[in-house]
């Protein structure tokens, strides 16, 4: 099914809202921040040292720096053209760390609707570290999102996974999404050139 692009939330109508506290046990997301970058490195090594993953390969002191200095407080501003919607970022923090390791993984939240979130990238994206997989911290930090994404108006969330990534459909599961549709992903996007193909579309009702 394909839908046409609309251009909700550019920069020129989106007004941030304040989540405010966003807890859940032992589990926080907070806003990238300087003081976190030395635990997020920590948990980046120990990953890798177990499997090579894409989302953690590249990630610097340099890299995180430039993320915070470039989406102050946790925000990435969206563009009035369309082509990025605005995004709150936050890391899960955990008050049961591991070692000095406290960052435990990251969650995005995207406020709109264009046909790349509805077909390929979704509304929220999430990344747990391997030191912490296991408390489902991915289901409860989109749990924590699900207040902040009605307050923007949002009815329901997208979600998309790769076909054989069972730990992230298995979240989508637990949060009660709906497996809607494998779609492929066109040639000349630029998921399919950094090697996913496919993505499980998954509805979430709000």
């Given at each position: 099914m394909r839908i046409s692009v609309r251009r909700l939330f550019s920069s020129s109508t989106f007004h941030r809202h304040d989540p405010g506290s966003l807890v859940d046990g032992d589990l926080e997301l907070v806003r990238?921040?300087?003081?976190?970058?030395?635990?997020?490195?920590?948990?980046?090594?120990?990953?890798?040292?177990?499997?090579?993953?894409?989302?953690?390969?590249n990630i610097t002191r340099e890299s995180l720096l430039q993320r915070i200095h470039r989406y102050p407080d946790g925000l990435q501003e969206g563009d009035p053209f369309g082509r990025r919607v605005p995004t709150y970022h936050f890391w899960m923090q955990s008050s049961q760390p591991i070692g000095r390791m406290e960052i435990a993984g990251e969650v995005s939240l995207r406020i709109g609707w264009t046909q790349d979130i509805h077909e390929y990238y979704g509304h929220v994206g999430y990344h747990?570290?391997?030191?912490?997989?296991?408390?489902?911290?991915?289901?409860?930090?989109?749990?924590?999102?699900?207040?902040?994404?009605?307050?923007h108006g949002l009815k329901e969330m997208w979600i998309t996974t790769n076909p054989d990534n069972q730990a992230s459909r298995r979240t989508c599961q637990l949060l009660g999404a709906k497996l809607v549709d494998v779609v492929k992903v066109p040639l000349e996007h630029e998921l399919y050139q950094r090697g996913d193909h496919e993505k499980c579309r998954y509805r979430l009702k709000l």
């Amino acid at each position: 099914m394909r839908i046409s692009v609309r251009r909700l939330f550019s920069s020129s109508t989106f007004h941030r809202h304040d989540p405010g506290s966003l807890v859940d046990g032992d589990l926080e997301l907070v806003r990238p921040a300087e003081r976190h970058i030395e635990s997020v490195l920590e948990a980046c090594r120990r990953e890798l040292e177990v499997e090579c993953q894409s989302e953690v390969r590249n990630i610097t002191r340099e890299s995180l720096l430039q993320r915070i200095h470039r989406y102050p407080d946790g925000l990435q501003e969206g563009d009035p053209f369309g082509r990025r919607v605005p995004t709150y970022h936050f890391w899960m923090q955990s008050s049961q760390p591991i070692g000095r390791m406290e960052i435990a993984g990251e969650v995005s939240l995207r406020i709109g609707w264009t046909q790349d979130i509805h077909e390929y990238y979704g509304h929220v994206g999430y990344h747990v570290y391997q030191p912490f997989r296991g408390r489902h911290y991915a289901q409860r930090s989109v749990q924590l999102l699900v207040p902040l994404a009605r307050a923007h108006g949002l009815k329901e969330m997208w979600i998309t996974t790769n076909p054989d990534n069972q730990a992230s459909r298995r979240t989508c599961q637990l949060l009660g999404a709906k497996l809607v549709d494998v779609v492929k992903v066109p040639l000349e996007h630029e998921l399919y050139q950094r090697g996913d193909h496919e993505k499980c579309r998954y509805r979430l009702k709000l």
